[in-house]
């Protein structure tokens, strides 16, 4: 093989991880901003809200940074127009999105049909022992119940960020590569006598 045509293969690998990169980018995107279908003030308790098309959808909170949210004091329920509950699972991943005086956190997840829909807060505590028990110990004031909220998000599959986070790898493995070897493979290969 000719030294010009091994760098150009090699710097070929560049765009081939920028369009990689992209791509996951964006497939990430929808995890952490996916559209907001509502929210409600946490003192509400109750909201009805409507859902475009079936898919998966994710429950988050939201409030001040650095404040001790009702997290572990409560329970949420979604039923549909017919009184059937939403099954919400566990979030696998503590998926968090700051700013500069709020943030966000995913709360759990779950898949329905289109359709209306009531979300309710429960005084009850919740199953999640471990998370209450950070709660209680964190020496911090607890969150303004008045700049707290409850948000309903499309979202994706868990899958989804399990597949993102190596072809993030690969990506960047792809452009660091073809450039070192773009610029240096051809000379290290004529050194050793390969080409």
């Given at each position: 093989?000719?030294?010009?045509?091994?760098?150009?293969?090699?710097?070929?690998?560049?765009?081939?991880?920028?369009?990689?990169?992209?791509?996951?980018?964006?497939?990430?995107?929808?995890?952490?901003?996916?559209?907001?279908?509502?929210?409600?003030?946490?003192?509400?308790?109750?909201?009805?809200?409507?859902?475009?098309?079936?898919?998966?959808?994710?429950?988050?909170?939201?409030?001040?940074?650095?404040?001790?949210?009702?997290?572990?004091?409560?329970k949420?329920?979604?039923?549909?127009?017919?009184?059937?509950?939403?099954?919400?699972?566990?979030?696998?991943?503590?998926?968090?999105?700051?700013?500069?005086?709020?943030?966000?956190?995913?709360?759990k997840?779950?898949t329905?049909?289109?359709?209306?829909?009531?979300?309710?807060?429960?005084?009850?505590?919740d199953?999640?022992?471990?998370?209450?028990?950070?709660?209680?110990?964190?020496?911090?004031?607890?969150?303004?119940?008045?700049?707290?909220?409850?948000?309903?998000?499309?979202?994706?599959?868990?899958?989804?960020?399990?597949?993102?986070?190596?072809?993030?790898?690969?990506?960047?493995?792809?452009?660091?590569?073809?450039?070192?070897?773009?610029?240096?493979?051809?000379?290290?290969?004529?050194?050793?006598?390969?080409?």
């Amino acid at each position: 093989m000719e030294p010009i045509l091994f760098r150009i293969l090699m710097f070929s690998m560049i765009p081939i991880g920028i369009f990689l990169l992209v791509k996951v980018i964006r497939m990430l995107k929808k995890t952490f901003n996916g559209k907001i279908i509502t929210e409600i003030p946490f003192q509400q308790k109750s909201s009805t809200f409507e859902l475009p098309e079936s898919g998966h959808y994710a429950i988050w909170q939201k409030g001040q940074l650095f404040r001790k949210t009702p997290i572990g004091d409560f329970k949420l329920q979604i039923q549909d127009e017919s009184g059937t509950i939403i099954r919400l699972n566990p979030t696998w991943f503590s998926v968090h999105k700051n700013g500069w005086d709020t943030g966000r956190s995913e709360l759990k997840k779950f898949t329905a049909p289109a359709g209306k829909f009531t979300l309710s807060i429960l005084d009850q505590t919740d199953s999640n022992f471990l998370r209450k028990m950070l709660k209680d110990t964190l020496p911090v004031k607890p969150v303004d119940q008045n700049c707290y909220f409850i948000q309903i998000r499309e979202s994706q599959p868990v899958y989804c960020f399990l597949i993102a986070i190596p072809l993030l790898t690969l990506s960047g493995f792809l452009m660091i590569i073809g450039l070192v070897a773009g610029l240096v493979g051809p000379q290290i290969a004529v050194d050793m006598g390969i080409f």
